[in-house]
């Protein structure tokens, strides 16, 4: 067991969503989002950042002298099964923790349900007047910031976008699909630049200082204003150091770039992302489309991978400005409809990959157990037949024989006794 896992075990379960319910202290949240853009509008440098499970985690990790049972791995490749971790060994606890201590304004998330119960347990020097989420109700403000302030703080300044999905972003940010989708909360009156970080943000671990120089340079030829970061734990780091040596904003954005891109997997991984925030969909076909520009490098069970994972996004409970974790599924008949249209698209560009290879064949299965499972297509639930008939066998044939060996076995001692 992961120091994590023991973590999520110390914690009274959660009676509802990981989440909770967007209506829970929204209006605490936009008070808190419109003073934040006060501060990020006043203050230079400035940085925000939050408090994702993961980064707790490894903080008391630190703490507790526990980082060996820390994973940072780029981890597995599956469109149906969710997976994150902070990307950071234990090399870089010093610099994480320095960069919460020190850093303008921390939301702790305590709205998400692990940290509501573990923030109490880490001890962090912050010092007086620094700023952080003042209650429960008021975290995670990161979600209702990108709702509501995030176009109107952007109009007319310099800003960047740098992460796994920065190159997606900005060839997705040309299609009319996402112009259309994106109207209420893309800042066409700003400049923006894209930087996608170094290897997709893949082994964060030992590229960390050169994705900092990486980013150093982008800011400084193109005079970036405002950077919007999402690089996991290393976001964290980096976050804060560039916006001290650079004298710029640097806004942890994390999540809230897959909800532009409306990704289902994080641009460094094969993996399902753990939770999905919502703003709006971008049909199937041009969201392939335009990864496959993005990741051209991309091997065939790969992109079918995040092929099942953009399938299940469409699946996944969906409410405008606030977020759900992998499993929590609504059939509901809009998410059916999303999910059909793109399953047609999926069939059609991408049916050549099913049997190309022993990997194919591997992600393809999982994809349709999951569909089987839940009813979603004939060949889910004729796979989920299969596979349910062949457990049975594998189950029933060798008691079969070793009921036949058992007889055959007592037969011949019989026999043997009787002469």
């Not at 203050?43 to 990790?61: K, T, W």
């Not at 939301?107 to 692990?114: A, C, I, K, M, S």
């Not at 030829?221 to 980096?238: C, E, M, Y």
């Not at 008949?333 to 099913?354: D, H, I």
Request: aromatic fraction near 12%; glycine fraction near 8%; charged fraction near 30%.
């Amino acid at each position: 067991m992961t120091f994590y896992e023991e973590l999520l075990q110390s914690c009274l379960r959660p009676s509802g969503s990981v989440f909770g319910k967007k209506e829970d202290g929204y209006g605490a949240r936009i008070g808190e989002a419109k003073l934040l853009s006060n501060l990020m509008r006043a203050r230079r440098p400035f940085c925000f950042l939050r408090m994702g499970d993961m980064e707790l985690a490894y903080l008391l990790a630190e703490q507790e002298q526990g980082l060996d049972r820390i994973e940072f791995a780029d981890g597995p490749r599956s469109g149906t099964q969710g997976y994150t971790n902070p990307g950071l060994s234990a090399k870089h606890a010093r610099r994480l923790r320095r960069a919460y201590e020190r850093a303008d304004y921390v939301d702790f998330h305590e709205g998400n349900w692990p940290n509501e119960h573990l923030v109490s347990r880490l001890i962090l020097e912050r010092p007086p007047g620094s700023r952080r989420n003042p209650t429960k109700e008021a975290s995670l403000v990161f979600l209702t910031w990108t709702e509501k302030e995030f176009k109107e703080y952007c109009k007319y300044r310099r800003i960047g976008f740098a992460g796994a999905e920065a190159r997606l972003l900005e060839l997705l940010s040309q299609t009319p699909e996402f112009k259309l989708g994106a109207a209420d909360y893309w800042p066409e009156e700003a400049e923006i630049f894209y930087h996608q970080v170094r290897a997709d943000g893949r082994d964060l671990d030992a590229n960390l200082d050169l994705v900092k120089e990486d980013l150093r340079q982008f800011v400084e030829a193109h005079a970036v204003d405002t950077l919007f970061l999402s690089l996991g734990g290393g976001a964290k780091i980096l976050g804060y150091e560039l916006s001290r040596e650079l004298g710029i904003c640097c806004f942890d954005f994390g999540a809230m770039l897959r909800a532009l891109t409306y990704s289902g997997c994080d641009g460094n991984r094969l993996a399902r992302s753990p939770h999905s925030p919502f703003l709006f969909r971008i049909p199937f076909g041009v969201y392939m489309g335009a990864l496959e520009k993005a990741f051209p490098n991309l091997t065939p069970a790969e992109v079918l991978a995040k092929a099942h994972g953009q399938l299940l996004l469409e699946l996944l409970k969906k409410e405008i400005g606030w977020t759900s974790v992998s499993w929590e599924f609504d059939f509901s008949r809009e998410n059916m409809s999303a999910f059909r249209e793109g399953f047609q698209e999926y069939r059609r560009r991408y049916r050549k990959l099913f049997r190309a290879s022993s990997a194919t064949r591997m992600e393809r299965a999982g994809f349709l157990h999951f569909c089987g499972t839940h009813r979603l297509t004939w060949e889910g639930r004729l796979f989920l037949m299969a596979f349910r008939t062949k457990a049975l066998i594998r189950r029933c044939v060798p008691r079969f024989l070793f009921r036949r060996s058992a007889l055959d076995n007592g037969t011949g001692l019989a026999s043997d006794g009787a002469a």
